[in-house]
């Protein structure tokens, strides 16, 4: 079981952290991502780790604003988002697959666990 949190209704220019927490299985092997979903639009991939390792993956948007991290003593992922823009809003989503390859890291539909969401909205 994923449980996130940590969204909520910022400015433009503002800071977030998201925390993703596992329950039940350890991150410490599983590919583990965060993806976004506006309204309207489709599930977007964010960033991720591959399986258990250090190097981080990001969408383009992204890079150099958000950083993701990882604590496996307390299984749990975070995203910290730095610089918001209007264009971040949306749910943000973790989600974790323990037998994805890498081909399929940004693909929303290959993960099989996934937390509840959490909203993020930046205000202009």
């Known amino acids: 079981q994923l449980q996130a949190s940590g969204g909520g209704l910022v400015q433009t220019g503002a800071s977030l952290r998201l925390s993703c927490a596992a329950s039940g299985r350890t991150f410490s092997r599983a590919t583990v991502a965060w993806f976004r979903q506006a309204p309207g639009k489709e599930r977007e991939f964010v960033a991720a780790?591959?399986?258990?390792?250090?190097?981080?993956y990001y969408e383009d948007s992204v890079k150099g604003r958000f950083t993701i991290s990882r604590d496996n003593d307390k299984n749990t992922v975070y995203l910290q988002m730095n610089g918001l823009k209007p264009e971040d809003t949306a749910v943000y989503l973790c989600a974790a697959d323990w037998a994805l390859i890498m081909s399929s890291m940004t693909l929303s539909r290959e993960y099989d666990y996934w937390g509840q969401g959490t909203q993020v909205t930046v205000s202009s």
């Open positions: 780790f591959f399986r258990g390792g250090s190097r981080p």
